[in-house]
């Protein structure tokens, strides 16, 4: 699991040839901090199926209000440049794998 910024964006989540999952976070949220040991169990379970990546919403702006998100956590999951699912706020595991696994 890597940072993605708003420079990095298209290159490595839009065109990557893997499904990306993208937790958009920020440093200040408690929600985004409950979920991280669940996003990174994905990341880890799902290796070579799925990258996954955060990105610091306040260092990054630009994408994260380009594509609608008002809340955090917000995991979205891209796939051949497209989003495919979208979830928001402290999810379960098995709430995340629904929303992920018809996509790979």
Request: charged share 20%.
């Amino acid at each position: 699991m890597f940072e993605v910024t708003d420079a990095t964006f298209k290159e490595q989540v839009l065109e990557s040839e893997l499904p990306t999952l993208v937790d958009f976070w920020a440093g200040w949220c408690m929600p985004c901090r409950m979920i991280a040991p669940t996003v990174e169990a994905i990341a880890e379970e799902y290796t070579g199926r799925l990258n996954v990546v955060k990105m610091d919403v306040d260092a990054n702006p630009a994408t994260p209000n380009g594509l609608g998100i008002r809340g955090i956590p917000t995991l979205i999951l891209f796939k051949n440049g497209a989003e495919v699912s979208r979830v928001v706020g402290n999810q379960s595991k098995k709430a995340l794998e629904n929303a992920i696994l018809p996509h790979l």
